[in-house]
Every structure is written in C-alpha cells, then in structure tokens.
C-alpha cells in the first residue's frame, strides 16, 4: 500500500485504456476496469474510481466498448502472407492479433525446391517455397515484422513431399526417421506443434503408425498435434476414431480441425460426433475448432465435385475470368460434365456448400470449441471466412442468435486457445500479460464480407493493439507493425 501522498501521485504508462467493459478472456462476465500498459505487456488493471492517477503517452477511450485479449486465429493458412502481406489487414481488421500457421498438413517449412502439388499450392508456388529449415522460416517471419503474431506448426504434408519420392505409400522406416529428425529440429526451432491433413492426396496413404511415430516426438517437447482428418464424411467416426488412438497413443494433446459433418448424407450427425469427442476428452486432451460458415473451402479436386452441393470457384490458374462464379453453371456453358469442368479449371480453389448451419451452429456452440476462421489469403475471391470469421461469430450467432453469451464468445476466441496452444501470456488480460487487445463496439460488430463479395471489412472493431503497439485505430490500420514470432519454449 503507498500512503496518501503516492495515491494522488501520477502514473506513467505507455497507452492507457479507459470505460471499457473488460472480459479478460477466462470466460468471466464483464466488469468495468481500466488497462495501462507499458512496453509489449500490461503494467495494470483497476477499477475506473482507482485509475484516475494515470496518465497514458496514448490515451484510448473505451467507453460504451468491449476492450478483450486479441483474437487468436488458430486454423490459419497465413505461413506466406505474413510474408508477402505483413500488414495483414484481413486479420487485424478483425481484431486478431496471433495466427496459427501451418495448418491441414500444409506449412512452408521445411521444404525447398518443389513444384508444390494440392493442397501445398495453397500457400502459393515454387518461388514460396524457399526456406530448408523452421528456423529460416520463423526468422523470415521476424525479419517481415508482421502485424500480428505468428506461432507455426510443422505440416505432416510438408515432410512427406520433401523426403518421398511417392507419396501413394505409407513412409518407410527410414523415411520416417528422417522426417521425425526434421520435425523435432523444427520443434527445437520454435514450432509449437505438427499438423496432418490426412484427407489430402499428399498424406493419404500414410497409416496411423506413421502418424503416431511422428506424432511421439512431440510427447518430448510439449508441443500439440492438429488434425485435418482423414474422413469428414461417411467415415468421420473410424476418423476421430483414428485421432483419438493417435493421441493416446503418441500420449499428446490434439485438435481436430474445422470439425464439421460433410455432405447432405452425413447432415445431422453433429450429435453423434460431439457426444464421441466428449467420451474422448475423458482419457486425452482433445480440442476442437470451426468456422461459423455453412460452407468449406480448399483446392478444387474433380473426385471431390457432385451435383449435390453448390461449388463455388475462387481461384483457377488456367482460367481467371472463372472466380465467383458457380462450377454448375460453368459445366454448363462449356456443356461437360462437373467433373470434367473441375479438371480444366485445375489448379483451382473451390468452395463447397457441404455442411449444414444446424450442424455448424451445434459445433460452434459445444463449449470446448475454439475458433479458426481456414481463410485462404491467395485466392482471388476467396471464402467471406477470411475476412469475417471473428466478427461474424460475435455480432451474428453471439449477439444476434444467442447461441452463447459474450464472455464465452470471447473465451473461444482468446484464453482457451491460448491455452490450448501453450501460447505464454497471451489471450488473457491480466497484469504481465502481453498487450494484445481490442476494443469493439458489441452493438455494432458485424461481418460483410459474403460469398459474392468477400474482401470486405468487419465493422465495429475500433482499436487493435499488438504487444502493446496500436495496430487499427478507428478502424483504419495503424503505421505500426508488431507482431512476433510466439515460440513453444
Ligand atoms: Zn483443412
Ligand atoms: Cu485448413
């Protein structure tokens, strides 16, 4: 306690934060406090009656505002943008404030000199693919100084194509020890964890003693396993199955990407999958994310088009004029098959309106399901998840649905991920906590990006810092760009 002289004594802090309602992140109802900052971390945290002696170099009205942990983007395929698009305005404009690189198998390290096969070509082509190593990659990410943090895992796709001469196969005993070597100096480097996306034609062929074998060098680090899984279809229990006996066995913590129940056959069954991932959380550490869309998005396969579902074209590199535009009407005009169509405008992304909103909506609102908004930053008209998925989950199913309250919203969004993820200090506001916040407007927060015009700004979000440094102002971007690389140790 100081005596009366030093309570009427100014404080010097770098930003101070003032009026807003603060969830912290924990999942705890809101409270009005004021957050001073100095340097990357917050200095302090008090009642609004106990701050009036601080005085902020930067002074942020909150007043009639949110002020929450930033938003923790953890299924993100971001490993080139934050390269070549370090202002990264699709994510902060959100009010994210870290991403999660390297998901679905697919990282851009370690790995050079290929001409890279789907569903590699997502992170852009051969001239991407340059770094041999996690630790060139991540200083890469340093040196670019991206506007928001980056944590990265290793892609199980990524060690398959750069140590295999076939990847149709399951990877032989050697072959294994070589890609578990370059996991684990990738994990000695900084990565957090390793992705799969055994959905994918890259991986496969690869059996669950593969997975596992690499899988158990993580149980050395503490780093976690995330899973595009083989099956999100007909067979999405023998694949969560799969992953569970993956995570048990390599005794690792592990999440289930994007979980959704793919295609009209398999609409409903969210149910079914929920009540297996909640048995399972039992006996392993078992998270889970979603995007709040009814609908995917990835390359464009012709065995993956039917005349079931609406498929949408967003990027096609022998045929631009083809983005937006739905794949039936193409086949239509060029009078061929769906199938056929898809194999001309290849390589191409797609989205496919494969999943059911109840479905989505029952994910969303399962409490141990995080957010991760898969946006894909290099297609030309890309799924709205990438510019909308954080506002689109708290003005439209949080506030306007009421499928949780805000507080949970947040907690979603912020402190489970951040725990989920071992990413130190962040996603909670606390003193000595890094100083990665948002201020949004609750009443007004809402996504506009759509299907037909998806590179659209959010709305609502008024101020984004990133370790302590003002990043969106008013919702314009902020000359300040400082992210950094969040490593697992
Ligand atoms: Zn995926
Ligand atoms: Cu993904």
Not at 57 to 63: F, K, M, R, S, V
Not at 148 to 153: E, K, R
Request: charged fraction near 20%; charge should be negative.
């Amino acid at each position: 306690m100081s005596d009366a002289a030093g309570e009427t004594e100014t404080k010097q802090f770098d930003a101070v934060i003032r009026g807003g309602q603060v969830l912290d992140g924990t999942g705890a109802p809101a409270r009005a406090m004021d957050v001073a900052i100095t340097g990357e971390r917050i200095a302090a945290i008090a009642a609004p009656e106990d701050s009036a002696n601080w005085h902020g170099l930067l002074d942020i009205d909150a007043a009639n505002r949110v002020l929450a942990p930033g938003f923790i983007d953890v299924h993100t395929h971001d490993d080139n943008a934050v390269l070549i698009d370090p202002a990264m305005p699709a994510k902060i404009s959100q009010g994210v404030t870290t991403v999660i690189v390297g998901n679905c198998g697919i990282s851009l390290a370690p790995i050079t000199d290929i001409d890279p096969p789907p569903p590699l070509n997502l992170l852009g082509g051969r001239d991407s693919f340059q770094f041999g190593s996690m630790a060139g990659y991540l200083a890469a990410v340093e040196t670019a100084r991206p506007s928001v943090n980056v944590a990265a895992l290793v892609g199980h796709g990524t060690l398959r194509v750069g140590r295999m001469d076939d990847v149709d196969r399951s990877a032989t005993a050697v072959e294994i020890a070589d890609m578990r070597d370059k996991l684990a100096a990738s994990l000695a480097a900084g990565a957090i964890g390793l992705s799969t996306g055994l959905h994918y034609k890259t991986s496969h062929a690869a059996d669950t003693a593969e997975v596992i074998a690499l899988a158990e060098v993580l149980a050395e680090t503490g780093g976690i396993y995330t899973t595009h899984m083989r099956d999100e279809a007909d067979q999405i229990m023998a694949s969560l199955q799969e992953t569970q006996t993956t995570a048990q066995r390599a005794n690792v913590p592990v999440v289930v990407s994007h979980h959704k129940c793919s295609g009209p056959a398999n609409w409903g069954r969210s149910g079914e999958t929920l009540a297996f991932i909640e048995t399972a959380r039992e006996s392993v550490t078992m998270g889970l994310d979603a995007y709040p869309y009814a609908a995917g998005s990835t390359v464009l396969d012709p065995d993956w088009v039917s005349d079931q579902i609406r498929i949408m074209i967003t990027t096609s590199q022998p045929y631009p004029e083809a983005k937006g535009r739905d794949l039936s009407d193409i086949a239509g005009e060029w009078q061929c098959s769906l199938q056929d169509a898809a194999a001309r405008l290849a390589p191409a992304g797609a989205i496919y309106f494969q999943i059911d909103e109840a479905d989505m909506q029952r994910i969303l609102a399962y409490p141990p399901t995080m957010i991760g908004s898969d946006g894909l930053p290099h297609d030309e008209h890309p799924h709205p998840r990438l510019w909308g998925t954080f506002p689109r989950v708290l003005g439209h199913y949080c506030r306007d649905l009421g499928l949780f309250d805000l507080a949970t919203a947040i907690h979603k969004m912020t402190g489970l991920p951040a725990k989920t993820f071992g990413l130190r200090d962040r996603g909670v506001i606390r003193e000595g906590a890094y100083a990665d916040l948002v201020v949004f407007d609750p009443e007004r927060i809402i996504d506009l990006a759509t299907y037909e015009d998806p590179v659209q700004q959010a709305a609502g979000i008024d101020y984004v810092l990133v370790n302590g440094a003002l990043s969106l102002r008013q919702g314009d971007l902020g000359p300040g760009r400082s992210g950094r690389v969040v490593r697992n140790h």
